[in-house]
């Protein structure tokens, strides 16, 4: 099975990759200076900006992976879909469906660095617990005639903890849809962190040789001549094919 983006749609996931930078600096601008760094607001902006970075980072990997899912065949998944439980709504942070095999899966996602309080291990449960008392009635409200339901967390970078769900990552979450899908996820989340780390690299007193690896993303410039070929993903990694549409 094989993943495939246009030019086009490679393009537009490199710009939201610097778009991560871009939101985080405007988004500092407008914020005064901690009074801890009053003799340094470079420093005041500095820690905002990757605060806001971080915060943000993890929404754009939960996007990409529900657009890679979405370009299998026979699977749709969504984001942010709202469900009934008791007398309220609650948000699913991701649900995927496969009409020809039936399974259903509804999983929380999660950056997975550094680690959780008890607290929040606890309420993460909880949260799914919920979901999974309303998930089936749910799904049967729509229409769909899925075979098993699963409930997982997906740990974007590794991070585990004790729960009584299963705990993917980046990597192995690949299992449960394609290789592809785990090809593409980590070919972007590599780029993602050579934008970022290549953005602040200058921000010390002696610049820092981040040693930057090229991605395909990196190859991929909206000045290219055309025809544009598209992407292709697959287990054994990424390159440039004919297009299929010839654009």
Not at 41 to 55: M, Q
Not at 90 to 102: E, I, Q, R, V, Y
Not at 209 to 236: Q, S, Y
Request: hydrophobic letters at 40%.
């Amino acid at each position: 099975m094989c993943l495939r983006l246009t030019y086009a749609e490679a393009l537009l996931w490199k710009t939201q990759a610097s778009q991560l930078v871009a939101d985080a600096k405007a988004k500092s601008a407008s914020i005064p200076c901690d009074p801890l760094f009053g003799t340094n607001p470079r420093l005041s902006s500095l820690v905002s900006e990757i605060d806001g970075i971080k915060k943000r980072h993890g929404l754009l990997i939960e996007r990409a992976l529900i657009f890679a899912i979405n370009k299998l065949p026979d699977w749709e998944a969504r984001r942010d879909e709202k469900i009934p439980i008791a007398g309220s709504w609650l948000k699913l942070d991701c649900l995927a469906f496969n009409a020809t095999s039936g399974k259903l899966y509804v999983f929380e996602c999660k950056r997975g660095h550094g680690s959780f309080d008890s607290d929040k291990i606890k309420a993460i449960d909880r949260r799914l617990d919920s979901i999974g008392s309303s998930i089936v009635a749910y799904a049967t409200s729509k229409g769909w005639r899925f075979a098993s339901s699963d409930i997982f967390i997906l740990s974007f970078y590794g991070a585990k903890w004790k729960s009584k769900y299963p705990i993917y990552d980046r990597h192995s979450v690949a299992r449960l849809f394609e290789p592809c899908v785990g090809s593409f996820l980590s070919t972007y989340i590599d780029h993602i962190e050579t934008v970022v780390t290549g953005t602040y690299s200058g921000e010390f007193r002696d610049p820092i040789d981040v040693g930057r690896g090229e991605t395909i993303f990196d190859l991929v410039i909206p000045t290219r001549e055309k025809p544009w070929p598209d992407l292709m993903f697959t287990d054994k990694g990424v390159d440039f094919v004919a297009s299929q549409s010839g654009a």
